[in-house]
């Protein structure tokens, strides 16, 4: 069931908000029982763990980056590095709630308070609809890859299966 603005977390609000600026609607679903991992989502929402974006927050030379990445894949942090050409560590819980204002679980692609700079999973694109957290361990929300990339100001990026 769907939530009515009063009910949204701020957080959520804001996906909401930057996805309308860019003419995009949306719509945040939430699930009591959590969201919090890719494969907690996808059997909530009922579908394949690659459909879920997962909202990774890097540290590259000490600036943070958002990588999304499909549920059923890994980043490899040495491939990420070499194509950076900078250090690169996965940011720590205190890093990725500076960097995008939600707790790890929850962290929404985009709508932070600041822009990261963003890597997109180009094997998202084998689903037409892909889901990612709104903000909270408990909402996400659908959209196309494309739609993605656009809100996010993505770079394509190809993970490894």
Do not use: Y
């Not at 996805?19 to 989502?41: E, K």
């Not at 990588?67 to 900078?86: C, I, N, S, T, Y």
């Amino acid at each position: 069931m769907s939530p009515g603005p009063t009910d949204l977390h701020h957080l959520s609000q804001a996906v909401l908000n930057h996805a309308a600026q860019h003419g995009v609607s949306l719509t945040v679903v939430r699930f009591p029982a959590g969201t919090r991992t890719a494969q907690q989502a996808a059997d909530a929402i009922g579908v394949e763990l690659g459909a879920i974006v997962k909202s990774l927050v890097f540290m590259v030379a000490d600036a943070p980056w958002m990588v999304l990445v499909a549920g059923d894949r890994r980043v490899d942090e040495a491939k990420l590095q070499e194509q950076m050409q900078e250090p690169v560590r996965r940011a720590s819980a205190d890093e990725v709630r500076r960097a995008t204002g939600a707790a790890i679980g929850g962290v929404a692609p985009f709508g932070h308070a600041m822009q990261l700079p963003t890597l997109v999973d180009t094997s998202l694109r084998r689903f037409p609809v892909v889901w990612a957290a709104a903000g909270t361990p408990d909402s996400v929300f659908a959209l196309t890859p494309d739609q993605l990339k656009e809100l996010c100001h993505g770079q394509d990026w190809a993970t490894e299966g």
